[in-house]
Structure formats: structure tokens, C-alpha cells
């Protein structure tokens, strides 16, 4: 019998066998596929690992924790290309920064690209939702929720402005520092938990409910714990037994049945306001009564939707603070304007101001990058290098199992669409500009976010009041530069540190 040692090294040499055997098969089968279809190679990213491609592996970790994952793949593209892959855990992997190769991924030839084997860590935390599933499931996922996000729906002043009001009680006197961070996270959790269960979070006032304030911990326990998985891939079978990540998921599951619980057992009651607001819960349950549906869906929305407002009003403050000249642009265009006046048109009548929004999303988009999986054989339009290294121009084979990463940081980067100073924060740009597919901030083709409206209008009008409300806002961090912190999405490091004069 064999003693434990000598178990795990058994063990150890089968799976590097095994691993092996399975990464030239698949070469094999991406060069009979490459001279089928007359496509090449993009240039690949050197490993000294050749089986398990642990170095690139580590590399991402390490990027990570020096807070320049997104920068050092920006400098990857200028070395090698707009396209080019790496093995990690000896599974292919294409990142592009392709206009074209991200059309394709995402829109013209979507049926073949999916996010379920990707996101299948998140299932014990989500369930099976519309961020989740691909195929049928997904589009029935789609059709469900698509009602609640129309412009009439979305645009709910009075909901939101209460939750502005309590931000702005948050807000310090004329000098006094503040990180608007935490304070446009709350902001943002409090307006998103009303919009789909019907109850605030109620975060930004002294007390929170209890159970609000277990869910939002256990949420972020979770939501890390995703993260993680999803990054390992299959190699997650080394954190099976995480007690507190399955703790995390149970008490998620259970907060949002009683909100479900809720509704299905009250009845719904005739509205006196002129319209009756828009909760989702209440519009998923006119669908369907099914518990677990009406969970995952719920889920799936808050989970996807709960930052990326938060993210972008942020950025916009490290910017603004940071370019003094673009908040009194800003001033001027909205004087004369009260919080009444700002409906969904209004907001998005202010040209400079939607160009400042725009310039933030380009230079620090908060989505800064998307995963595809290959589900049918299929190429990608460009990238490929031909054998003379003349051109890289050529059609590349994309196989099953193959991820596809894609980098909108390095996307909105692009000198010949945002002209030749790209890393500049210059809102003018967005006169002249007019990109297609090199501007994707939320998303592109069928699986775009459908909160996308409701994202903006939250952004606008927060901006707007401020704008209003302060004279000027200054910079009070002594590091000038953004400093990243990869999570879902990009966020700033550093927060938004600022101080403001009041008008």
C-alpha cells in the first residue's frame, strides 16, 4: 500500500500526464483547425511553464496585488498586439483590444461565445439568473426583466432624490476632507435595493437594519469569494471546503426569499400617485411565482448592477477634482437649473455634461474587461500573424473551451478614434467623436446591460445636483495618479478624496 507521501506524488505525476496529454490534443486540434480555415496564430505571451502556464498565473496574481493589472495589459498590447494568448493553467486564452474581434465576440457571432462556464463559480451564490446561463435560459431571463428598465420606468426623480438627500447631509463644510467613495457606495446600494426588492438598504441614515447590514457583509464576503473562483477556473477545487463562502451564499439566499415571500403574499395595491412606482420584485412576480426563478433573477441584477454607478460617480470625482476648469464648464452649463427641473430629457440635454460622463467611462470605464467562452468552432476576423511576421491582419481559429478576454481599458484607448492624446482626461473630444465598437462602457450586442439608462440617469443626476450645490471641489490626495484595484470591476485604489466650497 502506498503511503500518503508517495500517494500525492502519484497523484501529482497523473495529473501533470494527464494535463499534458489534454494541451497537445488541443494543439493539435487549433493547428488542423488554423490550416483548415486559413487562419494563424497571434503572437503568444512567453511561458516558462509549458504545461501549466503557473508563471502567467502568478504574474496576474501579482499584478493584481501591485494594482496595474489593467496597465500592464495596456503595455501588453503595444508589445505583442491588439490580439495575442496566453495558457494560464494551460488553458488558451485570447485577449483582444480588437474594435473588430470584439464586434464579433459579442454581437455577430454571440450564439458561439458564452459566459456560463465562467461564471459558474458565482452559481451557489446566484443561482441560475441572466448574468449567469446562455442560450434559452438566458434570453428567457432577458425577456423577464427587460419591462422594468424602460426610459419611463427608470427615470424615477423623486425615488432617487431622497437618497440624495441623505447623501448630501453626509457631506462635510466648506474644507473639511471627505472620500466620496463609501458615501456614492451607499448611495448607490440604498437606490438599487429599493428599485428590485421594494426596501431600502437604508445605509446612508445612522441605523441600518439589522438584516440589511448582514446582507450587505455577507454579500461582499460572497462577492470576493466569486472572485477568486472565478479567476482560479477549474483549479477551484482547492477551496472546496470554505465554511464561511457557503455561510455567505445561505444568508443571501434567505434575505432575498423574504422580500419574495413578501410580495407573493400581499396583494398587490391600487396606487394613488398619478404612477405607480417600479419595483422589480413586484414586475418579475407578475411573470412567474416560482421562488427560485424570482431569486436568481433578483440576484443576478443586484449583483451585476450594484457597483458600476457607484464606480463611475467616483471616478468622475477623482477626475473633476483633479481638472478645475472642466467642474466650472460643468457650473456654467447647469445655471439657472432647480433639483425639479432634472427629468431623464433635461439631463441628457446637457451636452458638456454627458461629455464628461462619457471622458470618465472612456478613461477609467469601471467594466474594464469582459470573459467570453468558445462554445462552437469559429474564428476571430484579425490578429492572426502570418509566417513572413509581415502582417497580423489574419483570421484566427477560436476552439471550444478557448476564453476570450476583452479589454475595453485598452479599447478607449485608441489614438486613431480619440485622437492623439488619449490618456488625457478631455471631455471636448466628445464633440467630434463618434466611435462604434471602440466605446463600450456598458457592454455591446445582445448581452448588453439592459440597466444602462438607469445607470446614467443616476450618474447625471447625482453630478448635477452636486454641480448645484458646490462652487468648486478640490483635490486633497497627495497621489495625483489613479490607482487601480481590480475586483469586478476597476475601481479607484484610492478612493476620491476631496474637499468642496459650497455655492
Same mark, same amino acid.
Given at each position: 500500500?502506498?503511503?500518503?507521501?508517495?500517494?500525492?506524488?502519484?497523484?501529482?505525476?497523473?495529473?501533470?500526464?494527464?494535463?499534458?496529454?489534454?494541451?497537445?490534443?488541443?494543439?493539435?486540434?487549433?493547428?488542423?483547425?488554423?490550416?483548415?480555415?486559413?487562419?494563424?496564430?497571434?503572437?503568444?505571451?512567453?511561458?516558462?511553464?509549458?504545461?501549466?502556464?503557473?508563471?502567467?498565473?502568478?504574474?496576474?496574481?501579482?499584478?493584481?496585488?501591485?494594482?496595474?493589472?489593467?496597465?500592464?495589459?495596456?503595455?501588453?498590447?503595444?508589445?505583442?498586439?491588439?490580439?495575442?494568448?496566453?495558457?494560464?493553467f494551460g488553458r488558451r486564452t485570447?485577449?483582444?483590444?480588437?474594435?473588430?474581434?470584439?464586434?464579433?465576440?459579442?454581437?455577430?457571432?454571440?450564439?458561439?461565445?458564452?459566459?456560463?462556464?465562467?461564471?459558474?463559480?458565482?452559481?451557489?451564490?446566484?443561482?441560475?439568473?441572466?448574468?449567469?446561463?446562455?442560450?434559452?435560459?438566458?434570453?428567457?431571463?432577458?425577456?423577464?426583466?427587460?419591462?422594468?428598465?424602460?426610459?419611463?420606468?427608470? %427615470?424615477? /426623480?423623486?425615488?432617487?432624490? *431622497?437618497?440624495?438627500?441623505?447623501? $448630501?447631509? #453626509? @457631506?462635510?463644510?466648506?474644507?473639511?476632507v471627505v472620500d466620496l467613495q463609501?458615501?456614492?457606495?451607499?448611495?448607490?446600494?440604498?437606490?438599487?435595493?429599493?428599485?428590485?426588492?421594494?426596501?431600502?438598504?437604508?445605509?446612508?441614515?445612522?441605523?441600518?437594519?439589522?438584516?440589511?447590514?448582514?446582507?450587505?457583509?455577507?454579500?461582499?464576503?460572497?462577492?470576493?469569494?466569486?472572485?477568486?473562483?472565478?479567476?482560479?477556473?477549474?483549479?477551484?477545487?482547492?477551496?472546496?471546503?470554505?465554511?464561511?463562502?457557503?455561510?455567505?451564499?445561505?444568508?443571501?439566499?434567505?434575505?432575498?426569499?423574504?422580500?419574495?415571500?413578501?410580495?407573493?403574499?400581499?396583494?398587490?395595491?391600487?396606487s394613488d400617485s398619478k404612477r405607480?412606482?417600479?419595483?422589480?420584485?413586484?414586475?418579475?412576480?407578475?411573470?412567474?411565482?416560482?421562488?427560485?426563478?424570482?431569486?436568481?433573477?433578483?440576484?443576478?441584477?443586484?449583483? %451585476?448592477? /450594484?457597483?458600476?454607478?457607484? *464606480?463611475?460617480?467616483?471616478?468622475? $470625482?477623482? #477626475? @473633476?477634482?483633479?481638472?478645475?476648469?472642466?467642474?466650472?464648464?460643468?457650473?456654467?452649463?447647469?445655471?439657472?437649473?432647480?433639483?425639479?427641473?432634472?427629468?431623464?430629457?433635461?439631463?441628457?440635454?446637457?451636452?458638456?455634461?454627458?461629455?464628461?460622463?462619457?471622458?470618465?467611462?472612456?478613461?477609467?470605464?469601471?467594466?474594464?474587461?469582459?470573459?467570453?467562452?468558445?462554445?462552437?468552432?469559429?474564428?476571430?476576423?484579425?490578429?492572426?500573424?502570418?509566417?513572413?511576421?509581415?502582417?497580423?491582419?489574419?483570421?484566427?481559429?477560436?476552439?471550444?473551451?478557448?476564453?476570450?478576454?476583452?479589454?475595453?481599458?485598452?479599447?478607449?484607448?485608441?489614438?486613431?478614434?480619440?485622437?492623439?492624446?488619449?490618456?488625457?482626461?478631455?471631455?471636448?473630444?466628445?464633440?467630434?467623436?463618434?466611435?462604434?465598437?471602440?466605446?463600450?462602457?456598458?457592454?455591446?450586442?445582445?448581452?448588453?446591460?439592459?440597466?444602462?439608462?438607469?445607470?446614467?440617469?443616476?450618474?447625471?443626476?447625482?453630478?448635477?445636483?452636486?454641480? #448645484?450645490?458646490?462652487?468648486?471641489?478640490?483635490?486633497?490626495?497627495?497621489?495625483?495618479?489613479?490607482?487601480?484595484?481590480?475586483?469586478?470591476?476597476?475601481?479607484?485604489?484610492?478612493?476620491?478624496?476631496?474637499?468642496?466650497?459650497?455655492?
Amino acid at each position: 500500500m502506498l503511503s500518503a507521501s508517495s500517494f500525492i506524488w502519484v497523484s501529482l505525476v497523473l495529473l501533470v500526464f494527464k494535463v499534458s496529454y489534454s494541451r497537445l490534443q488541443a494543439r493539435a486540434a487549433l493547428s488542423r483547425a488554423t490550416a483548415q480555415h486559413g487562419c494563424a496564430a497571434p503572437p503568444t505571451v512567453p511561458s516558462k511553464d509549458p504545461v501549466f502556464g503557473l508563471d502567467t498565473v502568478f504574474e496576474t496574481f501579482k499584478r493584481m496585488k501591485d494594482k496595474c493589472r489593467m496597465r500592464e495589459t495596456f503595455e501588453d498590447a503595444q508589445r505583442y498586439g491588439h490580439t495575442f494568448q496566453s495558457f494560464p493553467f494551460g488553458r488558451r486564452t485570447i485577449t483582444t483590444t480588437s474594435a473588430k474581434n470584439i464586434q464579433t465576440v459579442l454581437s455577430l457571432q454571440h450564439e458561439k461565445f458564452g459566459v456560463g462556464p465562467i461564471r459558474s463559480p458565482a452559481t451557489h451564490m446566484l443561482g441560475k439568473g441572466i448574468i449567469m446561463n446562455d442560450g434559452k435560459v438566458w434570453e428567457h431571463g432577458r425577456s423577464m426583466i427587460r419591462p422594468a428598465f424602460t426610459r419611463t420606468n427608470i %427615470a424615477d /426623480r423623486e425615488m432617487f432624490e *431622497v437618497h440624495v438627500e441623505r447623501l $448630501f447631509d #453626509l @457631506l462635510p463644510e466648506d474644507g473639511e476632507v471627505v472620500d466620496l467613495q463609501p458615501l456614492f457606495d451607499k448611495l448607490i446600494l440604498d437606490s438599487s435595493s429599493e428599485f428590485i426588492f421594494g426596501r431600502s438598504f437604508a445605509s446612508l441614515l445612522p441605523t441600518t437594519p439589522l438584516d440589511s447590514e448582514a446582507f450587505l457583509s455577507a454579500f461582499n464576503a460572497a462577492q470576493g469569494g466569486v472572485g477568486i473562483r472565478v479567476l482560479l477556473g477549474k483549479m477551484r477545487f482547492i477551496l472546496f471546503r470554505d465554511k464561511k463562502f457557503n455561510e455567505a451564499c445561505s444568508l443571501i439566499q434567505d434575505y432575498t426569499q423574504k422580500h419574495i415571500d413578501r410580495v407573493l403574499k400581499e396583494p398587490e395595491k391600487p396606487s394613488d400617485s398619478k404612477r405607480e412606482r417600479v419595483i422589480l420584485l413586484n414586475e418579475l412576480a407578475k411573470e412567474t411565482s416560482d421562488r427560485n426563478e424570482l431569486c436568481s433573477q433578483l440576484l443576478n441584477v443586484f449583483f %451585476a448592477g /450594484r457597483d458600476t454607478p457607484a *464606480v463611475a460617480l467616483t471616478n468622475i $470625482f477623482f #477626475l @473633476l477634482s483633479r481638472h478645475p476648469d472642466v467642474w466650472k464648464k460643468c457650473r456654467d452649463e447647469v445655471q439657472g437649473l432647480q433639483k425639479k427641473d432634472l427629468s431623464f430629457e433635461k439631463l441628457k440635454s446637457l451636452r458638456y455634461i454627458q461629455h464628461v460622463i462619457n471622458e470618465a467611462f472612456r478613461l477609467l470605464p469601471p467594466v474594464a474587461t469582459q470573459s467570453r467562452t468558445c462554445l462552437t468552432p469559429t474564428t476571430l476576423p484579425t490578429g492572426g500573424v502570418s509566417p513572413d511576421s509581415t502582417s497580423n491582419d489574419l483570421p484566427i481559429a477560436v476552439l471550444p473551451g478557448d476564453t476570450l478576454l476583452l479589454n475595453f481599458y485598452t479599447l478607449h484607448r485608441s489614438p486613431t478614434v480619440f485622437g492623439p492624446d488619449p490618456e488625457s482626461f478631455r471631455p471636448e473630444r466628445w464633440v467630434d467623436a463618434r466611435p462604434g465598437w471602440e466605446f463600450l462602457p456598458f457592454g455591446g450586442g445582445a448581452r448588453h446591460c439592459p440597466a444602462q439608462q438607469l445607470a446614467l440617469f443616476w450618474v447625471g443626476y447625482t453630478l448635477v445636483r452636486m454641480l #448645484l450645490a458646490f462652487e468648486e471641489v478640490r483635490n486633497m490626495d497627495e497621489v495625483e495618479g489613479f490607482v487601480e484595484r481590480m475586483k469586478l470591476n476597476m475601481e479607484s485604489e484610492r478612493g476620491a478624496r476631496v474637499s468642496f466650497v459650497r455655492a
